[in-house]
Structures are given as structure tokens and as C-alpha cells.
């Protein structure tokens, strides 16, 4: 499909958003101005492809490990990349034709020859490496001589483990999916794992992975990567449990601006909110809650409840915010 050097651009203005209904625990930030809205089928693929990159992420990186029929290696770093089952243990990335001349990847040939491949997890200590490894060597060219990387025979399938990564999955691949014909068309690789081989190092008391020790990195758009280490925190998931909703939460802590979406999910996830015997007890004890009370400042109690929010007291924040004289 001929694609056109000019793409469609509509602002939404907050006038129009006036026009729709929505529902009445919906809440509009007031930084909100403005947004465009794209028809990917009029923006050449290669802005489109940044828009995506750009937007989805943080993306985990397969560091794919293949051989073709000669048995010569490759490795290369892949971002549309993501675990997708545990029974079977499936893994998927994605080797899409390139942008600029439609050209296929020697790990999407070599996965078709060969049915195999090992997908090696990167860490920050060797992400320049993996930087270098996706350089677009010759056919032939052994990446892993080039970017000094250490080749380890794998225990079930032929292409090499990559010594360096924390964790290494041998797989079997049990589907290649071509999602279309044109540049920048991906084709999902479906990858039974067979192998798991983890660095002891990362892992935790319990025998599983910490996430700080394993140091992730991931891709984000441009030239930009995140490290995971230098970001975590932590938010429960209502597995078994059964929050009350933000639709729950009474309307004037919701209309507050002290409180943003996240507050705001934060005090909707609880299952039941404190009684007022224990607010009355909570009020007692707390010295600041008192003084809150006593100066009839809402903005203060609020801004006190966040306080407790950040540090992930919810229910304590509650009790602040239905303390009363």
C-alpha cells in the first residue's frame, strides 16, 4: 500500500471532551490539553513504527542465540519479545522485515531452517554488548567474536547458550506466524521452552528470581533503554480479594486535587473500609490526625492521607480521611 508523506492529526480540546458523557467518578486532570490521533494507514511506517516503539515500553530484549544448516552462529537482540504461557512454557518474539529495503533477519531464516534457537535474558552489565551484537554484520560473521560475548553449548537443542546472560531457555520452535509481506511486518516465532539455565547469583532466598540481583534491561523507544533495578516498587494484586472500587470513594475526595489516579486506585482496593471504632482509636492515638481535626484544614487532611498513600498505608489513609471532630 502506497503510503502518504502527510497523516491525519485531530485534536481533541477539552471543549469537546465537555460534550461527552462520562461517568460521574470520572475526573479530568487539569494538565490534560490536548492529543492527536493518527490513522496508521495514512503515517509512513517508519514514524509509525517510532510512535509504537516509543509507546509501548519498557520491552524485555531476547537476546536470540540461532545456527543455521552449516551450523555457523548468530546472535542477536530482539524487543518485540514477551512470555506468553506456562503451561506449555511459551516464549514469542518477533524479527520483523526491516523498514527501509523489506530484507528478512539471519535469526527468522535460521529459525525456519532449523526449528531451533536459545533466548538469552540481558542484564545492564552486558547491554552495550547486545548493542553491539545487533549490528548488521554480513552473513557468516560471528557476533558472538564481535562483541566478545562467550559462547556455551546448550544441553537439548544446537545454537549456543550465551554465558553472560542470568537466565538462558533453550527452546523449540513450534510456529513461525508472518503478520504481513511489506517492510516492517513482524513474524511472530512461537518457542517451546525445553531448558531453563539460571545464574544462581540472582536468585533469592526462597529460590526465586530477585529482580534486583537479576538487574533486567529493556528497550524503550530511539536509542533509549531502561534499567529495572533503578526503578522497582512494588503494588499488590487483588488476586483474592475484592476492592470496594473508586466508584466506592465518596465524591469530594475524589474531586480533590491532592489525589491522582493512582491515590485514587490505591483507596479503591481495599476491601472494606476501617470502622468507626478503629477511626475513633486511630484518632486518639495520633497526635498529628489531632491537629489536622482541630485547624478544620480538609486540604491538610488530605494532603496528610497521601502522605500515608506513598508509603503504602492505605488503610491508615483511610482512617485519615474519614476522621472527623
Not at 460534550?19 to 467518578?25: A, Q, V, Y
Not at 489516579?261 to 477511626?279: C, F, K, R, S, Y
Not at 486511630?282 to 494532603?303: I, P, R, T
Amino acid at each position: 500500500m502506497e503510503k502518504r508523506n502527510k497523516f491525519l492529526i485531530r485534536f481533541v480540546t477539552l471543549d469537546l471532551l465537555n460534550l461527552i458523557h462520562l461517568p460521574t467518578f470520572v475526573t479530568l486532570s487539569a494538565k490534560f490539553k490536548s492529543m492527536i490521533t493518527v490513522d496508521p494507514k495514512t503515517i509512513e511506517t517508519a514514524k509509525l513504527q517510532g510512535y509504537l516503539q516509543g509507546s509501548v515500553g519498557p520491552r524485555p530484549i531476547a537476546f536470540a542465540s540461532t545456527m543455521d544448516v552449516n551450523g555457523n552462529p548468530n546472535v542477536s537482540p530482539f524487543s518485540f519479545f514477551n512470555v506468553f504461557s506456562a503451561n506449555p512454557p511459551i516464549l514469542i518474539f518477533s524479527p520483523a522485515r526491516r523498514v527501509r529495503d523489506n530484507s528478512i533477519k539471519h535469526t527468522l531464516i535460521n529459525a525456519e531452517a532449523t526449528g531451533e534457537v536459545v533466548i538469552n535474558v540481558v542484564n545492564y552489565d552486558m547491554v552495550q554488548q547486545i548493542s553491539l551484537a545487533s549490528t548488521e554484520y554480513a552473513e557468516g560473521i560471528d557476533e558472538f567474536i564481535k562483541s566478545g560475548l562467550t559462547p556455551v553449548p546448550s544441553e537439548v537443542v544446537k545454537p549456543f547458550r550465551v554465558k553472560e546472560s542470568p537466565v538462558q531457555f533453550e527452546c523449540k520452535v513450534t510456529q513461525i506466524m508472518a503478520l504481513g509481506t511489506e517492510g516492517g511486518a513482524g513474524n511472530l516465532i512461537l518457542c517451546e521452552v525445553v531448558r531453563i539455565h539460571i545464574d544462581e547469583s540472582v536468585l533469592d532466598e526462597k529460590g526465586g528470581i530477585d529482580q534486583h540481583k537479576i538487574d533486567l534491561v529493556s528497550r524503550l523507544g530511539g536509542n533509549w533503554y531502561s534499567r529495572s533495578n533503578q526503578g522497582l516498587f512494588e503494588v499488590p494484586k487483588p488476586l483474592t480479594t475484592l476492592g470496594i472500587g473508586v466508584d466506592a470513594i465518596p465524591a469530594q475526595i475524589k474531586q480533590s486535587k491532592v489525589f491522582d489516579g493512582n491515590d485514587l486506585g490505591m483507596l479503591g482496593n481495599v476491601e472494606a473500609l476501617p470502622t468507626a471504632e478503629e477511626i475513633t482509636i486511630f484518632v486518639k492515638e495520633n497526635f498529628e490526625v489531632k491537629g489536622v481535626l482541630s485547624a478544620d484544614d480538609e486540604e491538610k487532611k488530605y494532603q496528610l492521607a497521601k502522605e500515608y498513600l506513598n508509603k503504602n498505608e492505605v488503610i491508615t489513609a483511610w482512617k485519615v480521611l474519614l476522621s472527623k471532630k
